[in-house]
């Protein structure tokens, strides 16, 4: 499973609800949110991932509307960096309650600029109200080196605001630019950004220069930056004949590309050509200056030619150079299977290896300069054979992990945005199995002017101080010169307030006519800044700029800020106080910028309320009011699961959602990110969704989105279906199928008050018969942007009448769905807005419940948008103490939550929820009866009896509390009891308290079970309500009587040799009274017999036993037992090895039942024998009835065997040992008859529960070396395999539940069988193997009476045999084409090969004397004249084809084997 998590955190105004924030808008300053709601980006910025899907739903015209506000609202000023930085908020809440979290290691670098960027935006440069007077500022310029497109017009960018609308006007190179003069040049009116048009004609590079703008009124002068503009350039390529390439193979080879310069720098990338890219890897590379460069030239090289070829940006032209053809002399011929495998590729090739030496750059040594902030680019090329390995180092330290990647194969090292810290020495290694070398590279860092501390306006009230302060660093150190109104500050009029101290200009007593721009001009030779910053005189007395009586809801545990923002002059004082109390909110928990904006950094419950900021100065006060609602985050606590599921069964994806109630909650489904079509073969619940008869279709991820206005959780499984192969039935299902079209042409028509005519014209179904439309509707006031689903009708329709509801304005769209799957929805309809009514119905889940004992809290499910009927929907509460007659005490709420104050404890209420609108009240509400707070009980229980019912429980009477002492709801009456000690003398035991519940309504009398026999307890009893536990009772103490004891543990069972069976086992781990011996039983068995079943009984301290073997063959089954006086308790069951021939392990469950274990502990044989009867006959011997022989361990004085009298019975072939403890089904939730069937490498588990459909359980199994290993399964999926057994090891298990681990099964001890075993009999006894034996002798036999006889025969050689020996390269008889008939029996054939069919195949040659016949038959007789004997080429070439006469003759076969 697969689990993504999003929060959209958004706030509302009368429910409304804000769309959520990403990076990109966030980092520009500005949310889709209005300012009436919760500020997203706070929320973006506390490290709180949004979907895309969510951000694009916002209305840009929302977010423009906000982006505009905030450049008309004003915030004090900034603070300083320092301080900034020391009140940098913390991460975001944790998902539930309890200490924050911690991020591990550094955060990521998009976050910490996040981050700044909202610091920045608390404390951004003052801004005045455009209403009133102000000097000009630039908000918008072109860049410093401005670059234009000689094909288009030329757009100089300068606009400025100021009160009085500032006048513009420009110089170039340094002087005044006469725009009336040139007919080509215009500004935009009211604004000073320069239109050159070229239409008419001209050379755009006439204009070329440095140009800067002046926007001046009244008060003032700003300055943009001055502009260099620069007209794009494209040279061609220079005209060349380039002369072939002639390299030998693995030597190394540059093609230098030299491209025209340009403006910009073209891209650079190479291709043959025929526009086919060259491939590139790290024998063959791209280097930094475009050049292409060969560690070592292959011949495979030169199979294609080589152009470099550029791009230019404005003018989007490629130009090609000419192509370089490559031509490669090599030593070896062409080798295509050489040229496939890389590491024989050099030696295949004959191309001798070589150490690395540098290609670029050249030498040992070089250096780098960057500037600060820029990209540092690093570059070593090595050739050599093999091919060098590249790697990079910095000399004294490591490459900075966070900045630092490697490009070009390695070849190319990048550090973005260098600091100083990145300066010093790097080397790159390059290295193959020849040897090293390596390059050292320099690298200092310098830096054009940055700011530490950029001047920002002033504003003062008369006779007030202040100061600009115009800070920059950089290397080399950058000169600082002030000048007021575009003029240098020397040359300005002298003013006895100012003064002039380097980088800071400090004003005194100012006043009215102190008034001005001064900019601030920073420069060294890598660059310049420029700043502007006014000083503004004002006296205004406190204003609020934010709407007021903002609503904002945030989620529990989230970072929320509320935004108060101000004006005034002398700047106020700004305070913030909740539900008015007198103390102001600063630190903590909270934390007040300088703008105005309190931030709570993580929000409990108690932070909702009513929030106060208060601005004040000498001139006045102004106030706001915020009211903050804290609700629960939504959780999917149940996440769908990854499943696979062959096509047409039914399977079903879990989604349970945990949600504030007050909040609607909306749970929607996505399959493969788009959104799910709900079909006939689907059924959607609140915590699920089922699909039936599973199709191929139906795979995809499957996405669970459970969203409230506020957040919302997302869980994703994937869903894969195994598909049978199918052949279409029909034409149609032949054809291909895709979804529908989307409907077009959506029409609205009959239009009522309460209804509307949706018409649409259908799409395309694609080869699938469209079933359904689904209309959905989307509302521009609460949720705009949000579409829902409206209704549904059938596909073969294209009209329907759609009822609405008052108040919304609707906009409509319409999704066609087949089988196939949903369309992409039409196009939506043109909006129809109904008029407004009172509500028609009132909230819902109205409660009233108490959270402290002296107060009520009522809740309610607020109303949502299509319910509201009308603007500013509300709820009218009232409450009143029930049968007291009293008057209804009522309030009206905006939210969903009332606390009733100062009520008595547990006293019934009667409760009123109504809605009401701007156009009335909704009906009259039912009334609910709610109770207040209750309180801790008073009394305990009393006369408290035991009686102890057996050794594992007792029964408990006891009498009831009156009523008035429970002081709240009677929940239950709960006994806690612990084991205070056992009986038996040095036995450890737990004494944690464990507690037994008994409902308060059913009487006064319970059960206490699962006790421990044979020990000590003590019991006390209290009152439970809904606040808590009361008083405890009169301790009572009980001691249980002795019991049966546990299964032994560890029973092992080892098999060292074919004559023995080693038994051991530890003693049982709850002996539950005094042990008096153990008893074992066991059983011959193999195949379908089994022999007598044979009893041992031991004394307590045996923990060994040695079992004779009677055959070597039969395998045994025991079953062992404790005792003590009460009887024999639970057994445990093993079997001896298998050996490797009888059970193979598979997948599959076996079929044979395992044997039944009772708690007596008798082994039940007939059961086993009953529940499988056999199916197949097995030839296995049967088994003697004798008893084996036993022999009892040394350590044991005396051993009592008792011989059972069992009948041998058949039952199925048993292939693996099993284990089943049998047990009776109890009342409360348990685990019961865990069977386990265990192989050499694995096991099926089952068991028995009584818990509901769909609960988790865990398996938990530990092998001998005590590893505990855990499988997490659900109760429909037994049986489980265990599959990473290991063969002969013994393992202990146990089952217990996932939510409550104490509901546990009892412990089973079993073992896997032996992978291989030694228990077979010795090979040369066995009668197979000594007739086999018998054979081959004979065989040998009847080859030495052949040799035998051939080798009387005086040299007589068949030609035959000669003939079809090829004659091999080193013959020396092959040139005069002689044949040597010497005596060579003894010799191998040389050049041939035997068949499978004993005839003898040539390899090479068919040339023998034969093909030199002319007739039908030919011999030779022994002086080697021809006389016929042998067939001609055409026999033999029967032979060679087909079975001839000779194959069939005995002697001819005796010949082939010869």
Same mark, same amino acid.
């Given at each position: ?63 423009? &509307?906000?982006?505009?506000? *905030? ?23 944790? &998902? ?22 909202? /610091? ?77 048009? @070229? ?87 791209? %280097? ?42 090599t030593n070896h011929p062409y080798n295509d299977s050489s040229l496939r495998n890389p590491p024989d590729m050099y030696s295949a090739r004959g191309v001798a290896e070589r150490t690395p030496s540098f290609m670029y750059p050249q030498g040992t040594a070089s250096s780098q300069m960057v500037l600060r902030g820029m990209d540092l680019l690093l570059e070593c090329i090595a050739s050599g054979v093999p091919t060098p390995d590249i790697a990079w180092y910095k000399k004294g330290g490591d490459l900075p992990s966070d900045k630092a990647k490697f490009e070009n194969f390695n070849k190319a090292l990048r550090i973005t945005n260098v ?45 007030? +101080? %202040? ?21 240098p500050l020397q040359s300005a009029p002298p003013n006895p307030n100012r003064e002039v101290a380097g980088d800071t200009i400090i004003f005194r007593d100012t006043q009215i006519s102190s008034r001005a721009v001064y900019q601030c001009n920073t420069s060294n030779e890598h660059g310049y800044l420029l700043a502007n910053a006014f000083v503004s005189v004002l006296d205004v007395p406190p204003r609020m700029l934010s709407p007021r009586n903002q609503l904002i809801r945030v989620i529990l545990y989230n970072r929320t800020r509320l935004d108060c923002p101000f004006f005034g002059s002398p700047i106020p004082t700004l305070r913030w ?99 799910? !079509? ?10 699920? /969704? ?31 279906? /195994? *598909? ?72 073969? $329709? ?161 009498? &009831? ?7 709240? !709801? ?127 009984? @031991? ?44 059970? #193979?392990?598979? *997948? ?141 090891? #013994? ?73 079809? $020996? ?16 010497? +005596? ?6 040389? %050049? ?25 038959? %030919? ?40």
């Amino acid at each position: 499973m697969r689990r993504l998590v999003a929060r959209a955190a958004a706030g509302d105004a009368g429910e409304a609800t804000a769309p959520a924030a990403n990076s990109s808008d966030c980092a520009q300053g500005w949310s889709p949110s209005p300012w009436r709601l919760i500020d997203l980006c706070a929320v973006w910025d506390a490290g709180v991932s949004l979907p895309s899907a969510v951000w694009n739903r916002a209305s840009y015209g929302v977010g423009r &509307r906000r982006l505009n506000e *905030a450049e008309k609202l004003s915030s004090v000023r900034e603070a300083q960096l320092e301080r900034l930085a020391a009140a940098r908020p913390r991460g975001p809440g944790s &998902r539930e309650p309890g200490p924050r979290p911690t991020m591990a290691g550094q955060p990521p670098p998009w976050l910490r600029a996040a981050f700044l960027l909202w /610091l920045l935006g608390l404390g951004r440069a003052i801004e005045i109200p455009m209403d009133l007077s102000q000097p000009p500022t630039i908000t918008r310029q072109s860049v410093k080196d401005h670059i234009v497109d000689p094909r288009d017009n030329i757009l100089i960018e300068c606009e400025a605001k100021g009160n009085p609308a500032p006048s513009f006007h420009w110089t170039r190179n340094s002087r005044f630019f006469n725009i009336a003069k040139d007919p080509r040049v215009s500004m935009r009116r009211r604004s000073g950004t320069l239109v050159i048009d @070229f239409r008419s004609g001209g050379r755009p590079e006439e204009y070329e220069g440095e140009y800067q703008c002046f926007a001046r009124n009244k008060f003032g002068t700003a300055l943009s930056n001055r502009i260099r503009l620069q007209v794009s350039k494209s040279p061609l390529w220079p005209k060349e004949n380039l002369d072939p390439v002639v390299v030998q193979e693995g030597a190394p080879l540059t093609l230098q590309c030299n491209p025209p310069p340009g403006l910009p720098s073209p891209v650079i990338f190479w291709m043959s050509s025929s526009m086919e890219p060259i491939t590139q890897d790290k024998r063959v590379s791209q %280097g930094h200056n475009g050049d292409l460069y060969f560690s070592n030239v292959m011949l495979q090289d030169m199979q294609t030619d080589y152009s470099c070829n550029a791009r230019f940006h404005f003018t989007h032209t490629i130009q090609q150079k000419n192509p370089f053809t490559l031509k490669v002399l090599t030593n070896h011929p062409y080798n295509d299977s050489s040229l496939r495998n890389p590491p024989d590729m050099y030696s295949a090739r004959g191309v001798a290896e070589r150490t690395p030496s540098f290609m670029y750059p050249q030498g040992t040594a070089s250096s780098q300069m960057v500037l600060r902030g820029m990209d540092l680019l690093l570059e070593c090329i090595a050739s050599g054979v093999p091919t060098p390995d590249i790697a990079w180092y910095k000399k004294g330290g490591d490459l900075p992990s966070d900045k630092a990647k490697f490009e070009n194969f390695n070849k190319a090292l990048r550090i973005t945005n260098v600091s100083e810290e990145d300066s010093g020495e790097y080397f790159c290694l390059a290295s193959n199995k020849m040897g090293s070398i390596r390059h050292t590279i320099s690298v200092r860092v310098k830096a054009a002017p940055y700011w530490l501390d950029e001047p920002k306006n002033l504003i003062l009230a008369p006779g007030e +101080d %202040g100061r600009l302060v115009c800070r920059a660093n950089g290397n080399p150190k950058p000169t600082v010169q002030w000048m007021v109104n575009g003029e240098p500050l020397q040359s300005a009029p002298p003013n006895p307030n100012r003064e002039v101290a380097g980088d800071t200009i400090i004003f005194r007593d100012t006043q009215i006519s102190s008034r001005a721009v001064y900019q601030c001009n920073t420069s060294n030779e890598h660059g310049y800044l420029l700043a502007n910053a006014f000083v503004s005189v004002l006296d205004v007395p406190p204003r609020m700029l934010s709407p007021r009586n903002q609503l904002i809801r945030v989620i529990l545990y989230n970072r929320t800020r509320l935004d108060c923002p101000f004006f005034g002059s002398p700047i106020p004082t700004l305070r913030w106080f909740k539900n008015g109390q007198g103390s102001n909110l600063d630190g903590g928990n909270y934390h007040v910028y300088e703008n105005g904006s309190l931030e709570i950094k993580m929000i409990r419950k108690e932070d909702q309320g009513i929030y106060t900021c208060v601005a004040t100065n000498i001139l006045g006060k102004a106030e706001n009011q915020v009211r903050l609602e804290v609700k629960d985050p939504t959780r999917i606590y149940r996440m769908p699961e990854d499943q696979v599921v062959k096509r047409g069964t039914t399977v079903q994806l879990e989604c349970r959602v945990k949600h504030d109630p007050s909040l609607k909650l909306s749970v929607s489904w996505l399959k493969d990110d788009e959104p799910l !079509h709900i079909g006939n073969r689907m059924k959607k619940e609140d915590d699920s /969704l089922t699909i039936f008869g599973v199709a191929e279709r139906d795979q995809g991820s499957y996405t669970c989105l459970a969203s409230t206005e506020l957040d919302r959780d997302v869980a994703k499984a994937q869903l894969t279906v /195994l *598909a049978d192969q199918a052949t279409p039935t029909n034409r149609l299902a032949a054809l291909p199928k895709g979804r529908p079209d989307r409907p077009r042409d959506l029409e609205l028509t009959d239009l009522a008050e309460r209804s509307v005519r949706l018409t649409w014209i259908p799409g395309d179904d694609n080869n699938s018969p469209i079933t359904d439309y689904v209309v959905q509707f989307e509302e521009d006031q609460f949720q705009p942007g949000v579409w829902h689903d409206h209704s549904k009708f059938p596909g073969s $329709v294209n009209s329907a009448i759609l009822q609405l509801s008052p108040y919304v304005n609707y906009q409509f769209r319409v999704i066609a769905v087949n089988e196939v799957g949903s369309s992409h929805p039409s196009l939506p309809s043109e909006r129809y807005r109904t008029s407004g009514a009172p509500p028609e119905s009132n909230p819902t889940d109205v409660k009233g419940e108490g959270t402290r004992k002296n107060n009520m809290e009522i809740t309610w499910t607020p109303m949502n948008a299509t319910s509201a009927f009308g603007p500013n929907l509300r709820y009218i509460v009232k409450w009143r103490r029930r049968e007291t007659r009293e008057t209804w005490n009522n309030v009206t709420v905006w939210g969903s939550r009332y606390v009733v104050g100062q009520t008595p404890v547990y006293v019934p209420y009667e409760i009123r929820v109504q809605a009401e609108n701007d156009f009335g009240k909704g009906p009259e509400p039912d009334t609910v009866i709610g109770y207040s707070g209750e309180d801790y009980p008073r009394a305990a229980p009393t006369d408290v009896k035991i009686r102890v019912l057996n050794s594992t429980a007792i029964g408990l009477q006891w009498n &009831r509390v009156y009523s008035d002492t429970v002081q709240g !709801h009677l929940r239950e009456y709960r006994a806690y009891y612990w084991r205070e000690s056992s009986l038996l003398k040095n036995l450890w035991v737990s004494q944690k308290r464990q507690q037994a519940s008994f409902p308060g309504d059913r009487g006064t009398r319970g059960v206490v079970s699962r006790l421990f026999p044979y020990s000590n307890y003590k019991l006390e009893m209290v009152v439970v309500n809904g606040r808590g536990d009361g008083p405890r009772s009169e301790t009572k103490e009980f001691t249980t009587p002795e019991g049966v004891p546990s299964a032994p543990r560890r029973f092992r069972v080892r098999q060292p040799n074919l004559e023995t069976i080693n038994l051991e086992w530890d003693h049982p781990e709850h002996p539950n009274g005094i042990m008096t011996g153990y008893t074992l039983k066991y059983v011959a068995f193999n195949g379908t017999k089994l022999g007598k079943q044979i009893v041992e009984n @031991f004394s307590p301290n045996q923990t060994k036993f040695t079992v004779q073997r009677a055959d070597p063959v039969s395998r045994y089954r025991f079953t062992l037992g404790a005792r003590t006086q009460v009887g024999l308790g639970e057994a445990v069951t093993e079997e001896s090895p298998a050996p490797p021939n009888e059970a #193979t392990p598979t *997948a599959a469950p076996p079929t044979s039942p395992p044997t039944t274990v009772g708690v007596a502990g008798a082994v039940s044989t007939a059961e086993a024998t009953a529940a499988a009867p056999s199916t197949e006959a097995t030839a296995a011997p049967i088994i003697p009835t004798v008893a084996p022989t036993t022999v009892a361990s040394t350590t044991v004085a005396t051993t009592t065997t008792t011989t059972a009298a069992t009948t041998t019975t058949e039952s199925p072939p048993i292939t693996t040992s099993g284990t089943k403890i049998h047990e009776s089904a109890p009342d409360e939730q348990s685990i019961w008859n865990v069977t386990v069937l265990p192989n050499s490498k694995w096991a099926n588990i089952t068991w028995k529960h009584n818990f509901g459909p769909g609960t988790d359980f865990v398996v938990e199994y530990i092998d001998s070396n005590h590893t505990k290993k855990t499988v997490p399964v659900k109760a429909q999926t037994q049986p489980i395999q265990l599959t990473d057994l290991s063969p002969g090891m #013994t393992y202990t298990l146990r089952v217990y539940s996932r939510d409550n681990e104490g509901i546990s099964s009892t412990v089973i001890t079993f073992m896997t069988s032996s992978a291989y075993t030694n228990n077979q009999a010795d090979i040369a006894t066995q009668g197979w193997f000594i007739g086999l034996m018998c054979a081959i002798a004979l065989l040998v036999l009847i080859l030495l009476i052949v040799c035998f006889i051939k080798r009387s025969r005086g040299g007589k050689y068949p030609v035959r045999e000669k003939k079809d $020996v090829p004659l091999g390269p080193e013959d020396p008889k092959e040139e005069d084409g002689s044949f040597d008939y010497s +005596d060579e029996d003894n010799k191998p054939l040389q %050049g041939s090969q035997t068949s499978l069919d004993g005839t003898i195949k040539q390899q090479e040659s068919d040339d023998s004397l034969v093909d030199y016949g002319e007739g039908g038959e %030919g011999q030779f007789n022994e002086d080697g004249s021809f006389i016929g004997q042998y067939t001609v080429k055409k026999d033999k070439e029967e032979t060679e084809g087909n079975e001839s006469s000779e194959a069939t003759s005995p002697v001819n076969a005796i010949y082939s084997l010869a």
